[in-house]
């Protein structure tokens, strides 16, 4: 495949990791060798088949007919392929959007929930334009891990019924009162289902470790639907519960928009796009370090959102890159956006061909699938470390976890989002200090006295402030004025280790600086780092007779 795009893009300057410029024009301008072609038809292919069990699976469970599922990895995979910022992304359904589509689906139905999706396409795409692809990779590993924990043990949970066979009509949707419901009838189990299930959950988590032939939740679907197929077991299927399924792609169709709906639909859109943006970056970052590659998040938000407003119209639910698919797909030998074409188009030939096929799985082992997905996804080990870590993170990583749990996801990002960033602030005070410093050696400051330190007059006390100087750690200098006594003529506020500073902690450094004066004393303050100069000489207290560039510069105009 040669050079099919010729030039420079961004007013002849070659895309950078901040372009709009999408990853598959980018390479298409390079050049993909015919060698390389052929090892990302061969990932596409491979990750097609592992992603048809997932979209089926992922569809159904959250609350939706199995096609809507096959659906959204169709759009989804090929808008992210064609425009994302990630050379190896693929993108679909995923089973962290499980608990958040079923919980909007059983509230505003499913017409809400396509608008919601809508909605959310909108918000991911701006958050491209506007940018902030950095800022969601600062998000708190802690919380990151505590909701995708949580995820998967109410993903779990879910399935319960269907892994079991358990007669129960009708499940509650919340987990406490879900659990107390499934405990009564565990002794009611069907012996037929749930060794479909176990077999199918087996074949899912340990098959890769014997062979790559084949997937292991597509190996579960062959064995499990010829089981049911050919010795006629009695247990529930897709066709059963959901009826004969469409090969068709359906007509795109929106309903209409209006203000109340937007009032209405405005937190969940939120919630899919915060969890959507956030999970395709993840995915992104893991597939750089697998690739040695480097993602373009703006472009790679403008796609997710574009998929996202696109599997809307055509009815689907919520797009995200897909972390595991991603994986197999690099580990496949995909190493461009061909394979996620790929993918998408063996999703779409499969559908048109074959679909009502689908209608044989049994329930059984979809849901054997989805609990194998649920342990994948979440990272015990590191959860596990946590209790031997630092009690802050381990708070967030708990309070997290317990809320997505047992409230919603909603309010589990909120809240730990909230309680990371107080943690952080609170240690960022902690490491804000400020002392005095006496000279030879007298006494220390919490880095090395500097040389520039010694054989200061004795008249001049300095104090050296290290630490960014913010709101959270003003209160730590009420009392510096203690310090200054009577035979000190000279006070120096030295700021060399002062890496930023807020609104709150220029009003304090303002008083303290006001208090000195009154006190008859000349005050300077010194060492200031460029960051910190740009917001004092915005202040009209902050004058050249206040400011000095070191304790040189002090010494010479105090000895005048």
Known sequence: MGFLFRGRFNDGKPPT????MPKF??????????????????????VGIVALPLAIAFGIASGVTPEKGLITAIIGGLVVAL??????????????FIIIVAGIIGKYGVDGLVIATFMAGILIMLMGLLRAGKLLKYFPHTVIT?????????????????????????VPAGFLEKWAVLAKHLHQLDPVTTALGVASLLLSLFLARFTKLLPGPMAAILVCTAAVYFLKLPVETIGSRFGEISGKLPSPALQPITLDTIRELINPAIAIALLGSIESLLSAIVADGMIGGRHRSNMELVAQGGANMLSALFGGIPVTGAIARTATNVNNGGRTPVSGIVHALTLLVIMLVAAPLAALIPMACLAGILVAVAWNMGEWSYFRSAFKGNRYDLAVLL???VLTVVFDLVLAIEVGM????????????DVTDLRPVLGEGEASTTREVDLELKGLPKDMLVFEITGPLFFGAALRFQHVMKEVSDAHRVVVLRMKYVPLIDATGIKRLEDMVGGIRKGKRTVFITDIVPEVARELVQ??????EVHAADLAEVVRRTSR
């Open 418 to 429: 909230v309680l990371a960033a107080f943690i952080f602030m609170k240690r960022m005070a």
């Open 146 to 170: 505590g909701f995708t924990a949580g995820i998967a043990i109410v993903i779990f949970s879910t399935q319960v019924k269907d892994l079991f066979g358990l007669p129960v009509q009708q």
């Open 399 to 401: 309070v997290t976890f």
């Open 17 to 20: 990791e901040e372009s709009l």
């Open 83 to 96: 425009f994302g910022g990630s050379r190896v992304q693929i993108g679909g359904p995923t089973g962290a």
């Open 25 to 46: 024009f980018s390479l298409l301008r390079e050049g993909i060798s015919g060698a390389q072609l052929r090892r990302d038809v061969v990932a596409g292919l491979v």
């Open 539 to 544: 202040q009209p207290w902050f004058t050249p």
